[in-house]
């Protein structure tokens, strides 16, 4: 079992920059791929970015790649989600997510997922 806590959302200016952070319990967090996904208002939920149990890998949405960079560091179990020019369509409830595994693939669906975090906002205001 695996708990994931968000934080780090917040309210910035189109163009700004945020960082998030996705904190799990438990000793196996070496043990998971790790995404980052959103859900706008009206909007399904949608894939932004995941890293391999690793770090040796990364995958992005097209609209977030070089804008957005996610990270991670095993030995805090904690994940990142860097966001850099910001715009106002970003604006969403990010949600982190683990993925059982320690293959390089990562998943790009959410029923790939086995742990949910409860969402942080962001918003980005143009």
């Known amino acids: 079992q695996v708990q994931l806590v968000e934080s780090g959302g917040g309210l910035v200016q189109a163009g700004g920059s945020l960082g998030l952070s996705c904190a799990a319990s438990?000793?196996?967090?070496?043990?998971?791929?790790m995404g980052w996904f959103r859900q706008a208002p009206g909007k399904e939920r949608e894939f932004v970015a995941a890293?391999?149990?690793?770090?040796?890998?990364?995958y992005y949405r097209g609209s977030v790649k070089g804008r957005f960079t996610i990270s991670r560091d095993n030995a805090k179990n904690t994940a990142y989600l860097r966001m850099n020019s910001l715009k106002p369509e970003d604006t969403a409830v990010y949600y982190c997510?683990?993925?059982?595994?320690?293959?390089?693939?990562?998943?790009?669906?959410?029923?790939?997922?086995?742990?949910w975090g409860q969402g942080t906002q962001v918003t980005v205001s143009s």
């Open positions: 438990g000793r196996t967090f070496s043990s998971y791929a």
């Open positions: 890293i391999s149990w690793n770090g040796g890998s990364t």
């Open positions: 997510a683990a993925q059982r595994t320690t293959a390089q693939a990562m998943g790009v669906t959410e029923y790939e997922y086995d742990y």
